[in-house]
């Protein structure tokens, strides 16, 4: 095996973290579907909780995909992982627009978006990982920017073609970004350091390698089954499950609760795109702390920051009150988003993490039965969305208690791995 040292030019790493960052921002198209909340809601006359059940649909077939992908990218190949899901977000998106029943929205959006993004986290975020270990934390962050990048870009333009176009002809053009965009990502994206004769960013030979793993990220192998019975899997899981109640909650209903305050589509949409804006810097910067004192401290100190956003959204009257809404929230949300992989990396290692970053996936998925349905139930029983929110800052709230007292379990119990 050869240290990328000893090669001149560009480590092909960065390629790779690229690639990676494309493929993660296939996720900024489910959390669009906010963007189109209202559209539907007035079409098909349907109640906010029966439009919110989609999103659910889609985020437990997300999970669904990335267990079969987990599994999958350590045997075949990556970019024909790739390629599959991509047809079936293009063609999941773009089918979208012949919708004239419930059922085929989720079909077409429930569950073939959400296996067209199972590999926006599973195979980004443990591919990045075995990339990079100096700067490991600031490569995640990047990573995770790329839903940040993609939403800041797709909710305001989804809104803008909305209003030209209608919501049909949106869905076909997103349909076709989504394809190209992961074709462009499977071109260039490699599984592994060796497979390029590479060493990953910052690693050495034998125990200077070890040395460098350390800090902040121990040479831990624990299987996915030794994992499973630690109590930290099951800290990090609940981490996963709170945040995500709230995050989707106002990912799906911040755009009719703005539209409600008489704010325009394309303003609202924009809110939506700007969060994910805000979260760019969010992550990078969390990223860049996590490698100095922790990911799961820096969860905890972006969930704080989150539940008190979510309290100041219940007084928001105004469009300006609404963006700094948006500005504060986008960045607390973002740090956790940057580091939620990179703690299960810190908790076990990164011989497992395909599996282990499935895992993760089912605790938003369940997150996602939850949070919108919640929101959108609340909203048809009251008429306002105020004991919603007050729920998802509560939820934030335990999640940041979780994050701060997570600990790595004992190495002794868990075995080596097969070399």
């Not at 192998?221 to 899981?237: E, I, P, S, V």
């Not at 008429?383 to 998802?392: E, L, N, V």
């Amino acid at each position: 095996m050869i240290d990328q040292k000893n090669k001149p030019g560009l480590f092909y790493g960065w390629i790779v973290l690229l690639s990676c960052i494309l493929v993660t921002s296939s996720y900024a198209f489910v959390n669009n579907y906010g963007v189109f909340f209202s559209e539907l809601e007035t079409s098909f006359g349907w109640t906010r909780t029966l439009t919110s059940s989609v999103i659910s649909v889609a985020y437990i077939f997300y999970a669904i995909g990335s267990i079969i992908v987990g599994k999958l990218m350590d045997k075949h190949s990556l970019k024909a992982i790739l390629a599959i899901v991509g047809a079936f977000l293009g063609a999941g998106l773009a089918l979208c627009s012949q919708i004239q029943a419930l059922w085929q929205l989720y079909l077409f959006f429930g569950v073939m978006v959400g296996l067209g993004i199972s590999a926006s986290t599973t195979v980004a975020g443990a591919t990045v990982q075995r990339w990079f270990v100096k700067r490991r934390g600031l490569a995640l962050g990047l990573q995770a920017a790329g839903m940040g990048i993609s939403g800041l870009i797709l909710a305001p333009l989804s809104g803008h073609l909305i209003d030209l176009y209608g919501w049909r002809p949106t869905f076909i053009i997103l349909g076709v970004v989504g394809f190209v965009v992961m074709l462009i990502a499977s071109r260039f994206i490699v599984r592994t350091p060796a497979e390029k004769g590479l060493m990953p960013y910052g690693a050495e030979e034998s125990s200077q390698a070890k040395r460098a793993n350390s800090a902040p990220f121990p040479d831990r192998k624990w299987t996915m089954k030794q994992a499973l019975r630690t109590k930290a899997a099951w800290m990090a899981w609940s981490i996963h499950f709170f945040a995500s109640v709230a995050f989707l909650m106002i990912v799906v209903h911040i755009v009719p609760h703005a539209k409600d305050m008489g704010i325009p589509t394309t303003t609202a949409a924009g809110a939506l795109g700007l969060i994910m804006g805000f979260s760019i810097a969010g992550k990078i910067l969390g990223g860049h702390f996590a490698d100095k004192i922790g990911f799961s401290k820096i969860i905890g100190i972006s969930t704080t920051l989150s539940a008190f956003t979510m309290l100041f959204l219940i007084g928001i009257r105004d469009v300006w009150m609404l963006y700094l809404f948006v500005a504060l929230f986008g960045m607390a949300y973002g740090g956790k988003g940057a580091t939620i992989g990179g703690m299960m990396g810190q908790l076990f290692g990164v011989e497992s993490l395909p599996p282990l970053m499935a895992l993760l996936t089912t605790a938003r998925a369940a997150g996602a039965i939850v949070g919108p349905m919640l929101g959108g139930y609340i909203f048809d029983s009251t008429g306002s969305y105020t004991i919603a929110f007050i729920i998802g800052a509560a939820c934030y709230a335990i999640t940041a208690i979780l994050a701060f007292t997570v600990k790595p379990p004992p190495e002794k119990n868990a075995s080596p791995l097969a070399s």
